[in-house]
């Protein structure tokens, strides 16, 4: 099965940077969808950024020209290079991979919505202060 394991979460001050990283493993269908959602205390799920099997990438509003993902196919692994952080984008931060999916067109960036099929991390903490 699908292993997903986040890792670069932390507390970092208001325009600061962090680098999120999601190892995977187990990875054998023919393609994937990945992406990241966060989640606050309180509120939904949102996916905030994801790139399809071909390599196209999108983002949420809030994080656009913020955010940028980046995959590694050779090591599965898939990474958020996070600038520019607000105290806004304080979440728990969750790596997702869709089997046999070629792109996340059916789920917008934005939406509070998530895959039927998806494989999730365990989660890594994003705190950002003022």
């Known amino acids: 099965q699908v292993d997903l394991v986040e890792s670069g979460g932390g507390s970092v001050q208001a325009g600061g940077s962090l680098r999120l990283t999601c190892a995977a493993s187990g990875m054998t269908a023919s393609h994937y969808c990945m992406g990241w959602y966060r989640q606050a205390p309180g509120k939904q799920r949102e996916r905030v950024a994801g790139i399809d099997s071909d390599g196209t990438t999108s983002y949420s509003e809030s994080v656009k020209g913020r955010f940028t993902l980046a995959k590694d196919n050779a090591k599965n692994t898939l990474y958020l290079e996070m600038h520019s952080l607000k105290p806004e984008d304080t979440a728990m931060y969750y790596c997702?991979?869709?089997?046999?999916?070629?792109?996340?067109?059916?789920?917008?960036?934005?939406?509070?919505?998530?895959?039927?099929?998806?494989?999730w991390g365990q989660g890594t903490q994003v705190t950002v202060s003022s």
């Open positions: 997702v991979a869709v089997g046999n999916c070629a792109s996340w067109s059916y789920l917008p960036a934005g939406t509070q919505e998530i895959p039927l099929h998806g494989n």
